[in-house]
C-alpha cells in the first residue's frame, strides 16, 4: 500500500523544485550575459547610422547602455518616459526623483540623454541638414539617424583629446572617466546606476562586434585594458 506523502515531505519536493528553477534561470542568465550581452542589454543594439569610427561606435553603445538601457533608446526621456514624436527634440521636462538633483527637472532625451541646450548647440554644429543660423537648430529632426550622426561627431572633436586614439590603445576607463562629467552614469561623476561598473566590459564585446561589422578581426590587443584609471588626456 502506497501511503500519501505528508505535508512537509510534499512542501520539502515543492521548495526544491522552485529552488531548481530559480538556479537554471539564474544559469541562463548568465551565460546570456556571458554569450550575448546585447540581448539583456537592449540599450547596445546597433546604432542606426552606418560607418563611422567603430571605437567610437563602440563607445556609443556603451554609453547608451547605461543611459538608456530600454527596448526603445531613440525614444525614451529622463524618467523612462516616451517621445511619441522625434521631428525635433522633445525638450520636456521630466522631474528627477532620485539623486543628487532630485527635485529638479531634465530635459534630457533619446539614446544619448541629451538635454535640449546640448542638443540645439551639438546640432547648430554637426547636424547635415543645419544652416547658417543656429536659431534653426530648433526645427532639425532628433531622428535616430540624426542622434547618431551628431554624437559621432562630436566625440569626434579635439577637445576630447582624440578619444578614438585612446580607445585604440584600450584606454577604456580614462576614456569613461573623461566623459563622466557629461554623462553622469558612466561610474566617475556625481550618480551612478547598476551598469556603471560592468561598463568596461560592455565595451570590449561592443568593440568585437563594431570591428566585426566593419569587416576587421578584432585581435587580443582589442581585448585588453591598458593603462590606469584617471589618466586620460584631455583639451
Known sequence: MVRPSSPTSRARTL???????????????????????????????????????????????????????????????????????????????????????????????????????????????????????????????????????VVHAWLSEPRWGNLSAQLSQGRIQPVLRRLSGTWTSLGYGIETNRMSSELPRVYREMLKDELRRAGRVPTQDDDQPKGRAGTATGP
Not at 44 to 68: K, Q
Not at 111 to 122: F, K, N, P, V
Request: glycine content about 8%.
Open 15 to 149: 521548495g526544491w523544485g522552485v529552488g531548481m528553477a530559480v538556479a537554471v534561470a539564474a544559469l541562463m542568465l548568465v551565460l546570456l550575459w556571458w554569450w550575448r550581452p546585447v540581448l539583456l542589454m537592449p540599450g547596445t543594439r546597433p546604432l542606426v547610422m552606418s560607418g563611422g569610427d567603430p571605437y567610437l561606435r563602440a563607445l556609443m553603445r556603451t554609453i547608451s547602455a547605461s543611459e538608456s538601457n530600454v527596448l526603445r533608446p531613440y525614444h525614451v526621456l529622463h524618467g523612462k518616459r516616451y517621445a511619441r514624436s522625434l521631428d525635433q527634440h522633445p525638450n520636456r521636462c521630466e522631474a528627477i526623483g532620485q539623486g543628487p538633483n532630485r527635485g529638479n527637472c531634465s530635459t534630457a532625451a533619446g539614446r544619448y540623454q541629451l538635454l535640449a541646450g546640448t542638443w540645439l548647440e551639438l546640432a547648430a554644429r554637426h547636424h547635415p541638414d543645419r544652416t547658417d543660423d543656429p536659431l534653426d537648430a530648433t526645427r532639425l529632426s532628433f531622428q535616430p539617424l540624426y542622434q547618431d550622426l
